[in-house]
């Protein structure tokens, strides 16, 4: 009865604030959801400390106001996209065109017609549910690994937000993990691994991320080795125009990294995709989560 009461309450709270945002329009929805961002680093200071210190060990020569600001403009765009998935309802095909830009869409339709299914190198920049829905809109069968909540009524309510075009979620540890990941490669699903975040033992090895050693999901690499799918690094972020732009690179070559010793092919491929990441990173430093606790000490 309660967890009933409970679904219903989130039900007509999410179609009021839908509706709200739908009233506004998306971009002031966006506007108005980056004030939180604001008050988060601003007001209330939560980790501000940390976020700045992050931003510093990747840009150590900003000043202390550059690396604030920074940090201002990232909050503020994270909670920004929160908008977006209030606004899922009304993204229609004449919105998507006029809000969406897809660059280097060959790469990943390319690597797809290999039949193998694609692997997706994915990070925390930009509106990354914005850009999972859009990618489930325009090629289908689209999978990603991400965490589930304990609790059900606010995990089936988060995720109804978060799949609301078709994206299907896989929980990363859980027992039937790497079979829902086989199956989705098998019938050339597109599954996104997350790597920008720290993963201890067992499921991380150690790596440098930015110079610095910590720990690294290997995931990605192991399903590279086991399948032989493409791997192709997918990211998104806001123009200057105000249009998202959903990016797939060109797949990575990986081949000279792939060798019979299995564990030394797991370690340099992973190191690789870190490299990878940090090059999108630089390039677009003010739409990366510099809140995460990346730089954790491996053990």
Same mark, same amino acid.
């Given at each position: 009865m309660i967890r009933n009461s409970m679904k219903l309450l989130l039900r007509l709270f999410t179609s009021l604030i839908s509706w709200f945002c739908y009233l506004i329009g998306w971009r002031a929805s966006r506007w108005l959801f980056g004030l939180l961002g604001i008050l988060w680093f601003d007001i209330l200071r939560i980790r501000r400390k940390d976020v700045i210190k992050h931003i510093g060990i990747v840009f150590p020569n900003l000043s202390e106001s550059e690396k604030i600001e920074m940090g201002r403009q990232s909050m503020r765009l994270q909670t920004g996209a929160l908008a977006d998935l209030f606004y899922m309802p009304y993204m229609n095909k004449r919105w998507r065109d006029k809000h969406i830009v897809f660059e280097g869409l060959d790469h990943v339709v390319n690597a797809r017609k290999e039949g193998k299914g694609v692997l997706l190198l994915g990070m925390h920049i930009g509106s990354g549910d914005l850009a999972a829905n859009m990618i489930a809109v325009q090629l289908g069968n689209f999978h990603l690994i991400t965490k589930l909540m304990k609790n059900k009524a606010l995990n089936d309510f988060w995720f109804s937000l978060r799949a609301y075009y078709g994206v299907k979620h896989i929980e990363p540890h859980g027992e039937k993990t790497p079979f829902q990941i086989l199956k989705a490669l098998k019938s050339n699903g597109l599954v996104v691994f997350v790597l920008d975040q720290f993963m201890g033992k067992p499921y991380g090895i150690e790596t440098t991320f930015f110079d610095i050693k910590t720990g690294t999901a290997q995931g990605l690499a192991v399903f590279h080795l086991k399948t032989k799918a493409s791997v192709v690094?997918?990211?998104?972020? *806001? !123009?200057?125009?105000?249009?998202?732009?959903? =990016?797939? *690179? !060109?797949?990575?070559?990986?081949?000279?990294? =792939?060798? *019979?010793?299995?564990?030394?092919?797991?370690?340099?491929?992973?190191?690789?995709?870190?490299?990878?990441?940090?090059?999108?990173?630089?390039q677009h430093p003010e739409h990366w989560m510099w809140l995460h606790r990346r730089w954790k000490k491996f053990e």
């Open positions: 690094p997918v990211y998104c972020y *806001e !123009a200057k125009d105000g249009r998202v732009h959903v =990016v797939f *690179e !060109a797949a990575l070559s990986l081949s000279d990294l =792939v060798s *019979e010793d299995k564990e030394s092919s797991i370690a340099q491929m992973t190191q690789y995709f870190c490299n990878v990441t940090e090059n999108i990173i630089r």
